[in-house]
């Protein structure tokens, strides 16, 4: 009987992770429906929940943190990555892979290590314009090295396929489904919509600036969809009758819906908010986050660049500059179309056909003929 091809993915801890990880796993389904995918993981990330929630497998292996700074936790590291790969090496064994993807991440590292000893094929893909360390390590042992975006710094002989998506975003037609997505959150077919989002646990500062701008952007014409995220208890505010809608959630689990209802986003700029608003095209006002090495500003600045967003800083994100900034950008149609042209030029719809293709290319098992893809292109 002939062997089904058998492809690891590894990448674990954050969403900027987790899902480009899911997406891929999904188009290897559909471009090989045979193929034997397993993900590599760790407990403590959300591929814990997530990846079984998804139907996949989860192998667990130790989570090797690699400090910035020398530490006493530098003596430690050295066993427990020795731990750790030969957890990584056990399930490739058992899996018989033919081949690792990793996206970064604690469990990557590992991967890369026991796939080089095994002589397994590597594909490293990285999300961010700075390359992790991680993806630096595995990017010497790899047969591939793929990048979301262009000047990726830290990785030599890339090629730009994109992030991988979920493919009802990579599919979304705006425009078709703006009705329907109005009316799943009880909205106007008729006003301006600006949609708040922090990402999954939702940001203070975007909330606070969006709460207290509500009066004056009702005064303006403008409704508001808005994701506080779950852990954040707000009350919505008064919306008097007859004045454009302000629906507060805390989760968003039809993002592609609330994209379709959107004219504009106010948002963060991690890797899968900048690569989901420039695949379907939507403006958005980007707030990188204050802190840590300055990968959201780098990722938003080419969107901005190209006139498909604007970008402000944390402290500067108050309801004075909301209500000042963003109405006038609402009322204006033929800026919105301008900016969502120049956001879309910049977006990668099929990164997760691009990257499931190449990986099966390389494990030997070519996609199906003809098989459908899910993205459009």
Not at 214 to 231: D, E
Request: overall charge positive; hydrophobic content about 45%.
């Amino acid at each position: 009987m002939t062997r089904h091809v058998s492809v690891v993915l590894a990448g674990g801890g954050s969403a900027g992770h987790v899902t480009p990880l899911l997406a891929t796993a999904d188009a290897l389904r559909r471009l090989a429906p045979d193929t034997v995918v397993t993900a590599l993981g760790t407990s403590r990330g959300l591929e814990a929940s997530l990846v079984p929630a998804r139907g996949y497998p989860l192998e667990l292996v130790p989570r090797v943190r690699v400090p910035r700074k020398p530490s006493t936790e530098w003596l430690a590291m050295p066993t427990r990555l020795r731990s750790a790969v030969k957890a990584a090496g056990a399930v490739l064994d058992r899996v018989r892979a033919d081949a690792v993807v990793g996206f970064g991440g604690y469990v990557s590292a590992p991967a890369y290590l026991a796939a080089h000893r095994r002589r397994i094929p590597i594909v490293v893909h990285e999300a961010n314009p700075r390359a992790g360390l991680a993806n630096r390590l595995g990017a010497r042992y790899a047969a591939s090295v793929v990048v979301a975006t262009e000047g990726t710094t830290g990785l030599r002989n890339s090629v730009t396929l994109g992030l991988p998506m979920r493919t009802e975003i990579a599919t979304l037609d705006r425009a078709a489904r703006r009705d329907e997505g109005r009316a799943a959150f009880g909205l106007r077919d008729d006003l301006p919509t600006l949609l708040v989002t922090g990402g999954s646990q939702g940001a203070r500062t975007l909330n606070t600036a969006a709460i207290g701008a509500a009066g004056a952007l009702a005064r303006a014409g403008v409704q508001v969809l808005h994701a506080a995220g779950p852990r954040n208890q707000l009350a919505a505010p008064t919306v008097a009758p007859g004045d454009p809608p302000y629906v507060l959630v805390s989760y968003l689990d039809r993002m592609e819906l609330a994209y379709a209802a959107a004219d504009l986003v106010l948002c963060r700029s991690g890797a899968n908010t900048c690569a989901e608003l420039t695949a379907v095209g939507l403006p958005a006002a980007y707030v990188p986050l204050p802190h840590g090495n300055g990968e959201q500003r780098l990722l938003a600045e080419p969107i901005v660049a190209a006139g498909g967003g604007l970008m402000v800083t944390d402290a500067e994100c108050t309801p004075e500059w909301l209500a000042a900034t963003l109405p006038p950008i609402l009322a204006d149609p033929a800026r919105l179309e301008a900016m969502s042209k120049a956001a879309s030029a910049l977006g990668h719809r099929d990164a997760d056909v691009a990257l499931a293709r190449l990986v099966l290319d390389l494990a030997g098992a070519p996609a199906e003929s003809g098989a459908g893809t899910g993205s459009a292109g």
